[in-house]
């Protein structure tokens, strides 16, 4: 969820339940204001009662108008009465019950107890409260509607130069070498920003260089001295017979110096691939690429006695074909190197991924098997392989996984 979206969320739920309850404390305080005054009415018709009867002793006449009623009636207790209650008054013009305000109270007239019940019509009382709540809902319904307004648009205004610098942010490319261009504003927050990403370009366009020029010069300066000792090793083994020691010492510096060799070319090749520097991509029909790697495998399928199964459907991707070949045999490698005598490979390729599965022991470390270096014991690889295509994989959007299902050790590449 954007922030503005979720600011926008919380100021209105905020905006609504405090304006809902001030209206209602409001309508309230409103309501208890015109009852308050009904009643001061009723208390000044209840002392113009009371003067009048003892001024000149007797009670005045029973009245019926348009908004109040007067009426008596005897008691025979002589117990004193006043209080005041919501109740129904009769409208005589209109021939119908309305909401009324009633004041009971007793005189005493020649020894006597009357009850006097003095109701105002409270119809103008109500109507203008009603009129007020209206206004009020009026007043909340067309404010909540402006804040709503002004989070939409005048916010996302405002945040704009944000999202600008995020979408640049997003498509920047060190191996381009290009700059984060930024909208002017004057907002402090955003300037900051701004001048945090430039800090943070300038930065990694300064690693990268100096990681291009190192990998460079490392490659360089490596291959140099691994050449000239793959020459001075090749004059020597020509030069005289050896004994078997001498033999046995000199195959070991050779095993050792092509490991190390083909360490050097598989770090460079890891470093290019997390760097995009092999960016030469293209359409490739993976299925004659499969073909052909097929073939070339076939003389290491023989000599360990493995029988393939290849199930292939046409399927066209987009990436280097430099890389495409390297997936393909390290996939393959692993299959022929993992496996054992009279054991099987299975090969689907399909729209949305390319499976290869092949039997052997189990082994343990498969939470850290993409890891660089991470290998069995068994193994005789350089433990690079893996970690190599599941970085192809990521630079191009691929996800690569492993699974074993009874005996089948099953790598998919899903596309």
């Known amino acids: 969820m954007k922030l503005s979206v979720r600011y926008n969320k919380v100021n209105i739920l905020t905006s609504s339940i405090i304006l809902v309850i001030t209206g209602i404390i409001y309508y309230f305080f409103i309501h208890l204001i015109l009852t308050n005054k009904l009643d001061k009415d009723l208390a000044v018709e209840e002392n113009e009662i009371r003067q009048y009867t003892r001024t000149y002793q007797k009670l005045p006449l029973p009245a019926s108008y348009l908004d109040q009623q007067v009426s008596y009636q005897p008691l025979s207790g002589k117990s004193d009465i006043r209080e005041f209650s919501n109740t129904t008054y009769q409208n005589q013009n209109e021939h119908e019950q309305e909401p009324g305000r009633s004041l009971i109270t007793t005189v005493k007239l020649k020894g006597k107890v009357i009850q006097v019940t003095i109701t105002k019509s409270r119809v103008e009382s109500e109507d203008l409260v009603r009129i007020i709540l209206l206004i009020t809902l009026g007043v909340t319904v067309i404010l909540l509607f402006s804040l709503f307004l002004i989070n939409r648009f005048v916010l996302s205004r405002l945040w704009m130069p944000f999202y600008n610098t995020l979408k640049r942010m997003k498509s920047f490319e060190v191996t381009k070498m290009e700059t984060v261009n930024q909208d002017s504003t004057k907002i402090d927050e955003f300037i900051e920003l701004n001048q945090s990403v430039d800090a943070m370009t300038s930065r990694v366009k300064r690693d990268y260089r100096e990681l291009k020029s190192f990998t460079d010069n490392a490659s360089h300066e490596m291959m140099t001295p691994l050449a000239v000792i793959n020459s001075k090793l090749d004059s020597l083994l020509q030069t005289e017979p050896f004994t078997a020691q001498q033999g046995a010492l000199l195959e070991d510096i050779y095993q050792a110096t092509g490991r190390l060799s083909r360490l050097h070319q598989s770090l460079l090749l890891l470093a290019k691939i997390e760097n995009n520097l092999i960016n030469d991509a293209q359409e490739i029909d993976l299925k004659v690429l499969i073909e052909s790697k097929l073939r070339q495998f076939s003389e290491l399928f023989e000599r360990d006695s493995l029988t393939t199964e290849v199930k292939l459907s046409n399927k066209t991707v987009v990436m280097s074909r430099y890389l495409a070949d390297i997936v393909l045999n390290n996939l393959f490698s692993n299959a022929v190197r993992h496996n054992q005598p009279g054991g099987k490979i299975l090969i689907e390729l399909s729209e949305t991924a390319l499976v290869i599965s092949n039997t052997g022991k189990d082994f343990r ?45 099953i790598f998919s590449v899903l596309f």
């Open 365 to 409: 470390g498969k939470d850290r098997l993409f890891d660089r270096f991470s290998k069995s014991n068994e193994s005789e690889g350089m433990g690079l392989g893996l970690a190599i295509t599941k970085q192809v994989c990521n630079i191009y959007g691929y996800q690569i996984t492993y699974q074993k299902i009874n005996e089948l050790h």
